[in-house]
């Protein structure tokens, strides 16, 4: 292999020059760059003063033309980074997003860490939300759910890669499960009139997973109900959504008996997230409403009986 006589600082400048020129973040240029030589971050900082490798630089150039057309970094690497967990991604499978690790923050503060619980993270993609929760809450049980084959393929190899157990099912919604402690979903959000508008790396997602009806809030309401059918009485739900429509979700949720909603803000401070539980005096009330029940038939049957008049 033949130098070209620049080192991989002279190159790294100038991918950061022309990324930054896009509009994207020049700390790409070492993840590109990396990639492109089979380099880790350690390993290329030793480097930098050393000559690039002819089909080195020949790759990392094809890698940043693709990057400033709108190619996803990630589908670029090959893979993403979610809470700590290295998963492999693939165009046509929602990436996972740094706003969602917020959402497993949230929510693992309603799983014991020493008790075992049931989860259900409904529309998984890759898996992420349900690996990283099944990495911090190894006891739990967890199970996830999609309707795209080609995200529950690559779920199940990340699973696979990992070690991690997760239960994956091609279902809509709940897939009729019961009993359950904890449901948490990153559903579709995006109204479909963003449509227009959407930077280009969006084009290489599912858009099923992106995209839900005028407000975006077309699956969101109906896993309302569904979520409701399929938890235990006191169980959570936590949602990742849109600062535009999360209030609009959070009003009828608490309209529809749903108990402690409230809205969370993610690191930029802006709405994302709504937590709701499902009221755990639902069961005490029917409990009770059957002790008094019986209780009053006894009383009946103890009661003297009268003769006719």
Not at 84 to 113: C, F, N
Not at 126 to 135: F, Q, T
Not at 143 to 150: F, L, M, S, Y
Not at 238 to 247: C, D, M, R, S, V
């Amino acid at each position: 292999m033949k130098p070209t006589g620049k080192s991989y600082l002279e190159l790294l400048r100038e991918f950061q020059r022309r990324l930054e020129v896009a509009g994207k973040p020049a700390v790409e240029s070492r993840w590109i760059l990396g990639h492109a030589a089979r380099l880790g971050e350690k390993e290329l900082t030793t480097r930098l003063m050393q000559p690039v490798p002819v089909d080195v630089e020949e790759a990392a150039w094809g890698l940043l033309n693709l990057r400033l057309s709108g190619h996803p970094l990630q589908l670029l690497l090959g893979e993403a980074e979610f809470y700590g967990l290295r998963l492999k991604v693939e165009r046509g499978v929602l990436i996972p997003r740094p706003e969602t690790e917020g959402l497993v923050e949230q929510a693992l503060v309603h799983l014991p860490s020493d008790a075992p619980a049931r989860v259900l993270d409904i529309g998984t993609g890759s898996g992420a939300i349900a690996l990283a929760v099944k990495a911090m809450r190894p006891q739990a049980t967890v199970w996830a759910t999609d309707i795209n084959p080609k995200a529950l393929r690559l779920a199940r190899e990340n699973a696979l890669r990992l070690g991690l157990e997760v239960s994956f099912l091609e279902a809509p919604f709940t897939a009729n499960l019961t009993g359950l402690d904890l449901i948490i979903s990153n559903p579709p959000y995006l109204p479909d009139s963003y449509r227009e508008e959407a930077p280009p790396e969006l084009a290489y997602e599912d858009t099923s997973a992106l995209y839900a009806g005028p407000e975006g809030l077309d699956v969101a309401r109906a896993l309302l109900p569904q979520a409701w059918e399929a938890l235990q009485p006191g169980g959570w739900l936590w949602l990742e959504l849109a600062p535009e429509n999360i209030y609009t979700l959070l009003a009828e949720a608490a309209a529809q008996g749903w108990r402690e909603a409230r809205v969370l803000y993610d690191l930029a401070q802006r709405p994302r997230y709504l937590s709701a539980q499902k009221p755990a005096q639902a069961a005490a009330e029917l409990e009770d409403e059957k002790a008094g029940l019986a209780g009053l038939e006894q009383e009946l049957t103890q009661q003297p009986q009268q003769k006719p008049r």
